[in-house]
């Protein structure tokens, strides 16, 4: 039971840094990215590769990570041109793409069978003590990652941001940039993104297509809207949430007589529900976004 519980702390953790990225993009900057799992997967598979061919895995974690900021950069400008709308339809057909790359590039990928064989981490260490160590490193990463999104946040960037997400218009009127910032926000949330994947490879010494189906990114999204869109620790708390929830559900058949064969449903069922449950509820979230409001002070 307690390998079980570091286990879904250790995927929360993981989950928790590509909700932080996420929400970055999508609760601060309001970019309706759907191909989130694009980068959190070529993050994945550079990491994979790269420790395949030998790299340490601390070079292999930052080599993945700006693999997948240049992924964001890719697909910030992919979009200069398009409408939001267009450009959420778009970033979900790129997501497609980088699956359909995984699993049709054997050479490089692995194909269907995916990469393994993987050292992964502290290979020195085994059974608690590697999962302990695990676990303190995902959470001082997602520690680290909030803290940065945070910060980023109450930057003169990130009420930019904030005006792109609420008014556009407003904010090109006022000389900012909104191809520039929209480049940037990705290619920043790209590299979290890609610190979640490869931190997630080496945990589980495997990756391969079948990991980066569409449904994950609806998890992700999941995450940050059950925590509160534009508040980290929204974030972080809809990911533990999310995650606990994904893997007790298959518990359940022991406790009610269930097939086995309906767990993925059943799984779907609940997280919807209760998605469904707090928009009508809580509609800005379990921890909504609190914005600082400044006061002009009268001469």
């Given at each position: 039971m307690l390998?079980?519980?570091?286990?879904?702390?250790?995927?929360?953790?993981?989950?928790?840094?590509?909700?932080?990225?996420?929400?970055?993009?999508?609760?601060t900057?309001?970019?309706?990215?759907?191909?989130?799992?694009?980068?959190?997967?070529?993050?994945?598979?550079?990491?994979?590769?790269?420790?395949?061919?030998?790299?340490?895995?601390?070079?292999?974690?930052?080599?993945?990570?700006?693999?997948?900021?240049?992924?964001g950069f890719a697909i910030g400008r992919l979009g200069r041109d398009l409408a939001a709308e267009y450009w959420a339809l778009a970033t979900l057909a790129v997501a497609e793409l980088v699956r359909l790359v995984a699993l049709n590039e054997d050479w490089l990928t692995g194909g269907p069978q995916g990469i393994g064989g993987i050292a992964g981490l502290f290979p020195g260490l085994d059974g608690m003590s590697r999962a302990l160590a695990t676990l303190a490193l995902a959470a001082l990463l997602l520690l680290g990652t909030a803290l940065a999104a945070r910060r980023l946040g109450q930057t003169q960037f990130g009420r930019v941001l904030r005006l792109m997400r609420e008014n556009p218009d407003l904010a090109t009127a006022l000389g900012h940039d909104i191809v520039a910032?929209?480049?940037?926000?990705?290619?920043?949330?790209?590299?979290?993104?890609g610190l979640a994947g490869g931190l997630y490879t080496l945990y589980l010494a495997f990756i391969g297509p079948d990991q980066l189906l569409p449904f994950e990114t609806f998890l992700i999204w999941t995450m940050v809207v059950l925590g509160g869109l534009g508040n980290v620790?929204?974030?972080?708390?809809?990911?533990?949430?999310?995650?606990?929830?994904?893997?007790?559900?298959?518990?359940?058949?022991?406790?009610?007589?269930?097939?086995?064969?309906?767990?993925?449903s059943l799984r779907v069922f609940a997280i919807g529900s209760i998605v469904l449950a707090v928009l009508m509820l809580k509609p800005q979230g379990l921890v909504p976004e609190r914005l600082r409001r400044f006061h002009a002070q009268r001469p």
């Open positions: 390998e079980f519980c570091l286990h879904v702390l250790i995927m929360s953790a993981i989950f928790g840094i590509a909700a932080v990225s996420l929400n970055l993009q999508a609760g900057g309001g970019l309706l990215n759907f191909g989130q799992i694009a980068l959190f997967g070529i993050g994945a598979y550079a990491v994979a590769i790269l420790t395949r061919a030998g790299l340490p895995w601390p070079a292999a974690l930052l080599a993945g990570m700006g693999a997948a900021a240049l992924g910032c929209k480049v940037k926000v990705l290619a920043i949330g790209g590299a979290m993104a620790a929204g974030a972080v708390v809809g990911a533990l949430l999310v995650t606990a929830l994904y893997a007790g559900i298959p518990f359940l058949k022991d406790v009610v007589a269930l097939p086995s064969d309906l767990t993925g």
